[in-house]
């Protein structure tokens, strides 16, 4: 009885969250048919209206969809723009959130026994802080497995298989394979977006790009050390992760006892650093 009259008391106190929740649904999805018959294209005074859906958007709801449909309005004059915010809004969702946890989970074996200079085990010390560093999905995915081919007896492609097993096994049998490891549960707690019941899949252009960044970071597919750099500055999403690499590898603290090899190897870490924040910002025209 308790219960009950517990629950009718949450139901009457949410009521006119949910009233204002749903004046706000209408208002927007009337703002959007206004912009999309007056072909609008000032993409900072819609964002003013489109922007509030977030405050209440749950995935595979009402309000996500009619974010969708402003994006697919924004796709008939900025592809690109368009391209960026479903990717964001997919990530958001949590529709990427299994496949960064098959990453992990992939190179937690593959990298089983490695430790880094300092003598500290290599996934948790080095990849999982990299790729914990990523902004988006792709960046925490090749985060993670950026050094397998390289370190590991496996190819770019085994790597890519892998992770494909992975992720079936982890939509497939969610209760068997899901938070399964001490490190996934602190990330999770930290900075991770809740993963949705759906899960994106891999489109053929997001596989190339995965691929094309984790042969770069294979140092022996460069002549020398100064084209490996040179490589990855011309390769968006490998600049972006080399960048979160680096900046986990300047960190001298996680060496007891520090060599003099060692400071001259973060100071050619401080070199390969600046080059590529030159290209980041070239690239980004700032």
Request: net charge negative; proline share 3%; with cysteine.
């Amino acid at each position: 009885m308790e219960d009950a009259l517990l629950s009718r008391e949450l139901i009457e106190a949410f009521h006119p969250i949910v009233e204002m929740n749903n004046a706000r649904f209408r208002q927007v999805k009337t703002m959007l048919a206004g912009f999309i018959a007056t072909q609008e294209r000032d993409l900072n005074y819609m964002d003013e209206y489109m922007d509030t859906l977030f405050n209440f958007m749950d995935p595979q709801s009402d309000t996500e969809m009619l974010m969708r449909q402003y994006y697919d309005y924004i796709v008939t004059f900025d592809a690109e723009e368009a391209r960026r915010r479903i990717d964001s809004l997919e990530n958001d969702m949590g529709y990427m959130t299994k496949i960064v946890y098959a990453a992990g989970l992939v190179a937690q074996k593959l990298h089983k026994g490695q430790v880094d200079k300092g003598g500290h085990d290599y996934f948790e010390s080095h990849l999982l802080k990299a790729a914990s560093s990523g902004f988006d999905w792709k960046e925490k995915v090749v985060g993670f497995l950026r050094d397998a081919s390289e370190d590991c007896d496996v190819t770019v492609d085994d790597v890519m298989h892998l992770l494909d097993e992975k992720i079936s096994r982890v939509v497939d049998n969610p209760n068997k394979h899901w938070y399964e490891e001490k490190w996934w549960k602190e990330w999770m707690e930290d900075i991770a977006v809740y993963p949705s019941e759906p899960t994106h899949v891999i489109t053929d252009e997001e596989r190339d790009e995965i691929k094309t960044a984790l042969t770069l970071f294979n140092h022996r597919t460069a002549p020398s050390r100064e084209e490996y750099i040179n490589r990855i500055s011309t390769n968006f999403l490998a600049l972006r992760v080399k960048l979160n690499d680096l900046r986990n590898n300047l960190d001298i603290t996680r060496i007891p006892e520090p060599t003099e090899k060692d400071y001259a190897r973060i100071e050619r870490y401080k070199r390969e650093y600046d080059i590529l924040m030159e290209a980041l910002r070239n690239r980004l025209n700032i």
